[in-house]
Structures are given as C-alpha cells and as structure tokens.
C-alpha cells in the first residue's frame, strides 16, 4: 500500500519541492525516508490497536502535487457558520490556504502574522526556520512521517508578545473534489510570550467522493500566553480524517483543547501536550457522538516534562447502530516532573448492542511527589433516572434525551467561546433527537 | 526521618537467599528436539507427551517474544539453559529416603515436611527444581476422589483427564512463553476435584529453584467438576545467585457448573540484588475457565520477588452467571521490573468480575498494572469493576497503569479507576499528631494499603504474605 506513494514520491519529489518552500522541504526528504521504514502505521502497532486503516487506504486518491487551483467559492460552501460569532476566518481548501478578501479579518491587531505557510516560508524563512517541524520531526509516526513527505502547505499564525486577540480565529478545513482525493497539510500557529488566542478549526466536506486527509498541526505557546483549541467536526461517511495535533508549553502557559466530532467518516485525532515548561494547565476534553458505522479515535497523550503542572482529561462518548469508539488516554509524568497533578476521565454510553467501544486509560508514571488518576467507565443510561422522569411525566423519548443533554453537557460548558458554545448547544440537541444525523445543508448523508 | 527510613526500606536486601548443596540431574544446555526427547525419556513419558511437546517445539521456533510489556527484558540465550534437573536421589519410599539437606532447605522455608504433614492439615506437594519430591495426605484425599499429584504421575496414571483438559485453556500455540513450557515443562502439580466434593483442605505446592543455570517449567492443571470447591496455594522463594534464571510457568483451571476455584500465590524469588544484578525472570501464563453455569474462580496474588514479572493471571467467563475476582499486591524494589495484570473476558449472560490492583514501588524499580475487560456481544448484563492502586515510595521508581476495556454489548457495565500517589506529609503528620511515629505510621499506612487484598489471602497464606510484606518493605519500617 505505502509503495505506491514511495514511487509517486521518488518519481515527483522534485515537482513536490518546487511548489514549496525551502524550509517546508528541509524536513522533506527526511520524512520520507523515516516513511519508507514505518510504512502506514497497521493495527499491529499498539498506538493504532483500535485504527485500522486498511479500507480507507485501498482507495485510489488523487493528490494534488502541482498545485492546481480548486475552483471553489468558500463562502457558498461553508454555511454552518456559527451565528453571533464575530471570528476572522480563513480557509484551507484541501491542502492549500485559500486566500479570500475578508473584510474582518482586517481587525487584526498590528504585528499579528497569517496565512499561507508556503507563503510565509518563502518571505519571511526566519520565523519558521525554529519552530517548523520542531516537534513532527519527534515523531516516530508513520502518518506524521508522510504527511512531511507531501504536505506542501498549510495554515500558518504567530501572535507576538503580549497580544491578546479578542476575537477567535476560525479555521475553516474544506474537502472539495470531483475525484476521491488526499490531502496532506500542516499547519503552524506560533504564540509568543504572553499572547492570547483562541482557534476553532471546522472540517467540512462538500463533495460525494471519499476523501482522506491527514493534517499535522503544531502549536508553540510560549510563557505565560493563553491557547484555546476548538475542533468541531462535522464532515460526511465517506470522509477520513487524520488530524495530529502537536503543542508544546512553556512555563506558566495555558491550553484548553476541545475536540467534538458530531458526524464523521472515520476519525483519528492524535493529540501531543508536550508542557515543557512549570506552573502549566492544560484541559483537554472532546466529545464523540456516533452513529451509523461512523468510527472515532481519540489517541492522546499529555506528557508532564517539569514540574508544577497541571492537567486534566475529560472524554464523553455517546455511541449507536454499529458506531465504533476508541480513547487512548495516555499520561507520562517525567522523573522529575514532581507536585505534578493530572487527572483523566473517559465515559461512554452503549445505546446499541451493536456499537463498540474500546477505552485504554494509561498513567505512566516516574516522579513520585504527585497525584494523579483516571476513570472510565463504559455502560448505558440510568434508568433510575429515567424512570424519576417517566413518574414526573416526562416522556421516555424526553427523559432519554435530557440524560444524554446532561451526559455531553460538561464538555459544551468547557467552551469558552460563547455564540459557539449556544451553537453547539443546539446542534448537539438535534443531533441527539435525531433530527439531523447529516450536517446542515448537506445532501451526501442520508 | 521519613527518607531515612525509605533508605533503610529500599536498602533491604533478600532474606531468604541460600543455596543448597543437592546434587542433581542435569542434562546438557541447550535446545533442540533431542533434548525434548531426552526429557520425555527421562520421565517415561507416552508417545502422545512427546507428539504434544514436539508440536509445541516446533511452534515455538517460528515465535518471537511479546514487545508489548513496560518491561526492559535482557536477551535470553534460550540455548544456554539447562532444560531439565531432578535430584538424583528421585522418589523416596519415605522420609529417610528423602536427601537431609533437601529436608533443611524445607526447614529453612517453615515447610518442615514431617511436621507439617501432621500438623497444618495441608496437603503439600513440594517441587524442588523440577521433579515432584514429596506428595502428602494424597491417602486422605484419595478417599474422597480427590486427585492431587504431580503432573508426571496424572500423566501415567490419568492420562485421560490430562489429554482431555491440558492444553484446553492455554493453547499450545498461545505465547512465546507458554509454548516453550509446553515443549519443555518438567513436572508441576495436577489437581481433580470430583462432582460434589468439597475439598476439606488448603493445597498447596511450594516451588524452588535450586540449580544453577536451569530454567525451571512447570505446568499445573486444576479441574474442578461440577459442584466443587477448592482452595490452592502456591508459594515460591529461591536462593540467592548471580545468574538470571529463566520461569515459564503454566497454569490451568477448569471450572465447571456449580464448581469454585480459589487460587492463591505468594510469590518470593530471589529479585536480584540491589544494584539490580541477578534475580529470576519470571514468565508466567495464568489462565482460568469458568466453564459452567455459576462457575467461580478467584485468583490472588502477592508478588515480591523476582528481578522480571510477567504475569497475567486471567478468566474466561463463559459460563452463564460465573464471576471472576482478582485481587493482587505487587511489590518492586531496586531495579526490579514488574509488569502484572488480569484478563477478564466476558463470553456468558450475567458474568461479573472485580479487579482490585495495588501496586507498591520502591528503589529503582518499575511497576505496571496492564489488564484487559473484554465485554463479547453475548455478555448480556455483563459487570465489571476495575481498582488499581499504585503508591510510590521513592522519586526514582516508576508506577504505571495500563488498562483496556473493550466492550461490545449495550447492556453491560464496564468501570475501571486508578489513583497514583506517594505516602502524603499530611497522612504522617496527622500519625504524628496522635503519637504514632513516623515508623509506624508508615507501617501503617503501607499495610493498610495492602490489607484489603491481604485479607482475601486464606488463613494459613496471609501470615506468610504479611511477612514477605514487612521483609521486602516493612521490616525495618516498623
């Protein structure tokens, strides 16, 4: 299966080169070698038990290596936008940043800079020279490792010192071809010293053909500076959808990380909080509800390098049909890394016989001065409740779904964005009842 | 106060290091299918035996060891190992027979065989090395049906319980290790309780590895028919050496209908010393079936010793309404590596299983709890609970908690928890408060800690595993 992306590389590695930019393809060849060794990651390797790959790379994609221009207009395509919400917004189509003339995004505050990382990397090389590829290049990932084998472009942010940005950004992913198709892109956000951003990420799909993305995004949050990472998920059956999410910490920095699949294909977000830094926090919660034979995996790892830090983990997954779960909830407290507290939590409710969930909740720990746990618990609705309900009137469709608002509920409070926290709040309502099991406009689903 | 104290605990070093002077009956290093043959000879085994032992030799060859473990395993040169010893002054008539000094290393144990024999009311089996040595009260129990002999003598004398049910749960073909033990296993313990019958004492074998260089393989095999109840202790310490020796155990239980297996362990090998050299790896494939309805098996374990435990002691839960418990205490100090678990898979309506895990780290040493829960889509109602605790008591040793829970039904209930932490200032200081030394107080704590899998250790078990206990932590806590 890899060999044919070996041969199309080493048949068109310089094509892929040519349109990118030096600092991009640097790492180029590296990858590509480490990608030879690994291969696609099989469900043999341990970090992939519950991802199984296969059907989704048996398919032909088309890759778009010489940059052809999509013919797409973003705004006819991306209609869920969240109302209220006043955010800059930018687009990736596929895998390249779509440029648009957006009249809010004028708003930004001096010295901020965005946009196309192929761009970027080629005026101003300098800024990415340190932090490109800083912590992918870590990886001993076969995804990873591809992804810097082909990405050519991507997003790219730096908010410098002690800017605080007062609205979020939005990032908006599109999958837009006429043919199954691949995309491979990377995106870099840099926060400096003090700085303060919040990002919501939507991936959306436009198309009934399959699709396959597999996006590397690495984010640098320096000392004291404060990060929000939203990523809501609202993409077609046909879609897969590999996000790796890197974050590195300094001290005293914050991160929030926020992932919602409502609807999907078959999902993998790997998600990487390096906190390098002491007097961290770091909350990383998501939110899966599926149905069909959508699948979702959830690989995180929170690895405590200093001392004085914080973390907490919170996953709630609501499975039906022939839905299939998987959290990997991994926690490595480093020797040295004492008064270190972390907590983890994985809950997920089986609606249907048929619906599977596997959980692997790990602590690893070295460093004796800390406290840390985890839970998970896999099992159904209370019915004692449900029945407290029934005997008050409360329709048995009602009750089942107030439990089920109630279950999610703590992971929409921990958005902080409030026009979307009221969106999702809604969405995930109608989700639940049913109402849409497609997203908002959307004629692929059925 | 309380790090010296933690110096002094870490400090520790085995207790109950001797060797022995036996001699025994080696036959050359290495491993091939002569060397199989040879130890089928030597145990006058029937061509089916070696047809069994060469098929799972053969297997063996085209397996590689499991990677998957916490564990840093050093290379084992499996042609280096001497794959069989027996004492040579084999099967004695009575106890005159039996060697002194063997009847002294008992001593040296507390399992002084004459004494006991009257005494405890235990039936003991001792394994030394290899060869089953000594087998009591079977006359008592052989009155009540009972079979409790070594393997070798179930494989002469009842070679159709052994075909029917050896191999039946842990198939010859399931891991590096087991499929070793099945090419070259020595000698172990084999166990029938008939229908009905409850037995009316505790058995027990005591293990012990006592000559240099051998790996020691035994294979135990519990059958428990319907209506049935038996308690089984196993207990192992080993002298001190220098050489890493290589432990590839089986263990077997089948329960059938009605019927409870209570399986207990205390585990004491020698665990290297304490810069790490040295020590037993300790390889072990513990699995149980719950083949009938309201079938029951409960396994506890307290490991202490060796340099490198791998140990899965699960449950197959295929009988409708059987239940599973694992209770377990593991102990690492030094450099010693630990990577222990359970598996509970659930196959029948209404099964449930109870995973209680304490682990306690000391020195340089890694503990890991790794277990899995998998709910069938059969399991209707299925339950199950999981508990894994790890405390630890140095800055420099390692707890880590590995759990997989898989389910595929939407009527079970599956939960696990876990917690790390060190002995908290606050829980010493409130000691110190109402008088109780630091000492003591970490005595305390400790052993409170371990007490409620301690308790569920049968009488006779939870003595001896209190005191392992204090010798491997507490003994000079106070």
Known sequence: MEQQYIDLYKQFHENIKSNSAPVINALRDESFELFETLGFPTSDLENYKYTDLNASLSIDYGLNINRIHFPVDPYQVFKCDVPGIHSFLFFVVNDAFFPVNEPRNKDLPEGVIVGSLKEIAETQPDLLKNYYGKLSSKQRDGLVAFNGTFAQDGFFMYVPKNVVLEHPVQLVNIMRSDVDFMANSHNLIILDEGAKMQLLVCDHTVDNVRFFANRVTEVFVGENAVYEHYKLENTHTRMTNLTTLLIQQKDSSTVLTNLITLHNGFTRNTVEIDLDGEHCETELCGMVIGDKNQQVDNFTTILHNQPNCHSSELFKYVLDDVSKGGFTGKLRVAKDAQKTSAFQTNRNILLNKTAKMRTRPQLEIYADDVKCSHGATIGQLDESAKFYMQQRGISETEARLLLMFAFTSDIIDNIRIPALQDRIKIMVENRLRGEISKCEGCMICQ | ?478
């Open chain 2, 1 to 478: 106060m309380a790090e010296d104290i933690l110096h002094e605990v870490t400090q520790n070093e085995y207790k109950y290091g001797f060797t022995s002077d036996i001699e025994t009956d080696i036959i050359p290093i290495g491993l091939n299918e002569e060397v199989i043959r040879l130890i089928s000879s030597k145990k006058n085994e029937p061509e089916w035996m070696l047809d069994f032992r060469l098929k799972a030799y053969r297997h063996w060859l085209t397996q590689e060891i499991p990677q998957w473990a916490h564990l840093e395993i050093p290379k084992i040169d499996y042609q280096s190992i001497a794959y069989y010893a027996a004492p040579r002054k084999n099967a004695p008539k009575s106890l005159d027979e039996v060697d002194p000094e063997l009847l002294k290393t008992f001593d040296k144990l507390g399992i002084p065989l004459e004494e006991q024999k009257a005494l405890s009311g235990m039936a003991v089996d001792a394994v030394m090395d290899s060869v089953s040595v000594k087998t009591t009260f079977k006359e008592n129990l052989a009155e009540l049906g009972i079979i409790f002999c070594s393997f070798s003598e179930a494989v002469e004398h009842h070679p159709d319980l052994v075909k029917k049910y050896m191999s039946s749960v842990v198939p010859y073909t399931d891991n590096f290790f087991a499929t070793l033990n099945c090419a070259v296993f020595s000698d172990g313990s084999f166990v029938y309780i008939p229908k009905g019958v409850r037995c009316p004492m505790e058995l027990s074998t005591y293990f012990r590895i006592n000559s240099l260089n051998t790996g020691q393989f035994e294979r135990t095999l519990i059958i428990a028919d319907e209506d049935s109840y038996v308690s089984y202790l196993e207990g192992c310490t080993a002298p001190m050496r220098d050489e890493n020796q290589l432990h590839a155990a089986i263990v077997e239980i089948v329960v059938m209908k009605n019927a409870e297996v209570k399986y207990s362990t205390v585990q004491n090998w020698y665990p290297g010393d304490k810069n790490g050299k040295g020590g037993i790896f300790n390889f072990v494939t513990k699995r149980g079936i719950c083949k009938g309805e309201n079938s029951k098996i409960s396994w506890t374990q307290v490991e202490t010793g060796s340099a490198i435990t791998w140990k899965y002691p699960s449950c197959i839960l295929l009988g409708d309404n059987s239940s599973a418990e694992f209770y377990s205490v593991a102990v690492t100090n030094h450099y010693q590596q630990a990577d222990t678990g359970t598996k509970m898979l659930h196959i029948g309506k209404n099964t449930r299983s109870h995973i209680l895990s304490k682990g306690i780290s000391a020195g340089y040493s890694q503990n890991s709890y790794r277990g899995l829960v998998k709910v069938n889509p059969a399991a209707q109602n299925a339950r199950n609970f999981s508990q894994c605790d790890s405390l630890l008591l140095s800055d420099k040793c390692g707890a880590h908690t590995f759990p997989y829970m898989e389910v595929n039904n939407d009527s079970s209930v599956v939960e696990h928890e876990a917690t790390t932490s060190k002995i908290s200032e606050d829980q010493i200081f409130y000691c110190n408060q109402r008088g109780i030394s630091t000492e003591d107080a970490i005595g305390l704590i400790v052993n409170g800690y371990a007490k409620e899998v301690l308790n569920k250790l049968p009488m006779e078990f939870a003595v001896e595993a209190q005191k392992l206990l204090q010798i491997t932590l507490e003994g000079s806590v106070g």
